[in-house]
């Protein structure tokens, strides 16, 4: 049994209950006892306490490419000018040293949990070996008919050598890439398998004033992108309720990136769906110039944080990408940090179906520790967090330590 303990512990439990000069009893790798340091350590011994110190669940970032970790060479400005150059791009793959670098960055910013994009697997191996919690999701992209079989054969290769990497920590996964890049008869069968396997199912949607241009009215950049590139594909392929339609009464767990163009009522058809949304605040900003409206989009259906890929952002650290979304979100401060730090622990954990994100008897031993001076003397506990903290000193994942930074 070890005990750890800091001035404030946050239990990320839906009130936002703060623990001063809390603390956390764990064996193994789940959570066996959260309360007052002192009583902690008198009833369980080999405490250490941790002066000026936050203590907290470990962060989630549900929504990341780390096979896209070249930060260079890519065009910003707009959503089509970045596509263009990322299909240059991708006919040179990360190195291993590139992705190691990228979750390096993770796990400093407090990260114990990463849910990764994978449109090719080449990051499988990385990942798996990361010592971090994993929900590795399977890409599937097929936006051409004659094209759907040998992209649904290479999609379910590549899903059932993920399986055998499947543990404690590692959690395969399934994802669309986007109604623009999936036939409907691949997006049927993908629901399907992502039924039968009840797991999280992701999908980029509504990035862009390009994408909604499209799904609407079959023009604009999408209609001379595949003049070029699929010259059979004059139409989209759906609209956008006939699109959300494919996920309904799905068993998935179904999460729905970026949605900075999606109207409050499409907002709500995911809400009806059980969905969740994942907002990437800098990379909408680079790719498209619009950020999703993180409370209002809060106030219809959960909203989580994700830093998206070294190719369409300056890092991976997502405490940057929480302060980000703290700094441009239209709402009273006090409140919105301890919605953020929710969205990126407890919220996130539930969207993906992860028995953590809360310090709680009986979850994960998934935490972190962060230094934020003065913290003992502040009432804004969460704000404060999110304006100070740098790195965490600290990381746990199923009570295992992977380490200071």
Request: net charge negative.
């Amino acid at each position: 049994m070890e005990v750890i303990g800091a001035s404030k512990v946050f239990v990320c439990d839906d009130a936002f209950c703060v623990l001063d000069n809390g603390a956390v009893a764990f064996e193994g790798a789940h959570i066996c006892d959260v309360g007052d340091f002192a009583t902690l350590q008198k009833r369980y011994g080999n405490a250490r306490f941790h002066d000026d110190c936050v203590l907290l669940p470990a962060l989630i970032n549900p929504h990341t490419h780390i096979e896209f970790s070249d930060s260079c060479g890519f065009v910003f400005g707009s959503f089509g000018a970045w596509l263009s150059s990322v299909f240059t791009q991708r006919q040179k793959p990360c190195s291993k040293e590139q992705m190691e670098s990228a979750l390096a960055s993770l796990r400093k910013s407090g990260v114990g949990c990463v849910g990764a994009i994978s449109s090719q697997g080449h990051d499988l191996d990385v990942l798996a070996c990361s010592n971090l919690r994993v929900v590795y999701f399977n890409e599937l992209i097929g936006s051409s008919h004659e094209g759907a079989e040998s992209a649904w054969e290479n999609f379910l290769q590549r899903v059932q050598t993920a399986d055998e990497y499947a543990s404690a920590t590692f959690h395969n996964a399934l994802a669309a890439h986007s109604p623009y890049s999936v036939v409907p008869k691949l997006l049927t069968r993908l629901v399907c398998e992502a039924n039968k396997r009840q797991c999280a199912l992701s999908v980029h949607f509504l990035e862009s004033l390009e994408e909604r241009q499209w799904l609407c009215e079959d023009s604009g950049f999408f209609k001379d992108f595949y003049a070029n590139f699929n010259p059979s594909n004059t139409q989209s392929f759906y609209r956008i309720e006939s699109f959300l339609e494919h996920f309904a009464n799905t068993k998935a767990r179904l999460l729905f990136v970026h949605c900075t163009q999606a109207s409050e009522s499409e907002l709500a058809h995911i809400a009806r769906l059980g969905g969740s949304v994942v907002s990437c605040p800098r990379s909408n900003r680079l790719l498209g110039g619009k950020m999703l409206g993180f409370k209002k989009t809060n106030a219809i259906l959960p909203c989580l944080i994700g830093t998206d890929s070294l190719a369409s952002n300056n890092s991976l650290n997502l405490l940057e990408e929480l302060r980000t979304a703290l700094f441009c979100a239209h709402a009273p401060i006090v409140p919105l940090s301890v919605a953020l730090v929710l969205a990126a622990t407890n919220n996130a954990a539930r969207a993906l179906g992860l028995d953590c994100g809360i310090l709680q008897n009986g979850k994960l031993a998934d935490m972190a520790l962060f230094h934020v001076p003065q913290i003992r003397h502040t009432h804004q506990e969460a704000l404060t967090f999110l304006l100070h903290a740098t790195y965490a000193q600290s990381l746990w994942v199923g009570g295992k330590e992977l380490g200071g930074n």
